[in-house]
């Protein structure tokens, strides 16, 4: 019924720059929490970065300063735009939508690899 596509990962040096994607189409509302998390192979999944649809964002404190999450309504999609790219940021991201009691949904996942 939801579906979240990501798109926009890659490959950077250190200190480059990417913005990530994720397209929303299904049971969607604007109140709906969204957000992106991150996961490297035999670590916990953990939240990046999470917006409400009146847009109050919140952030982990690794990317404070460097990431910034804003999202579309009327277009149903959500970016990540991250600056000051570092190695630790290395990792797949993936996106999330909060339905609460009705559920939550994932993307498939995009690779963001940062060079040293």
């Known amino acids: 019924q939801v579906q979240l596509v990501e798109s926009g990962g890659g490959l950077v040096q250190a200190g480059g720059t990417l913005r990530l994607s994720c397209a929303a189409s299904g049971s969607i509302s604007w109140f709906n929490f969204m957000g992106w998390y991150r996961q490297v192979p035999g670590k916990q999944r953990e939240l990046v970065a999470v917006i409400t649809g009146g847009g109050t964002t919140n952030y982990a404190d690794s990317v404070k300063g460097r990431f910034t999450i804003s999202r579309d309504n009327a277009k149903n999609t959500v970016f990540l735009q991250m600056n000051s790219l570092k190695p630790e940021d290395t990792a797949v991201y993936y996106c999330?939508?909060?339905?609460?009691?009705?559920?939550?949904?994932w993307g498939q996942g995009t690779q963001v690899t940062v060079s040293s």
């Open positions: 999330n939508l909060n339905r609460g009691n009705t559920g939550s949904f």
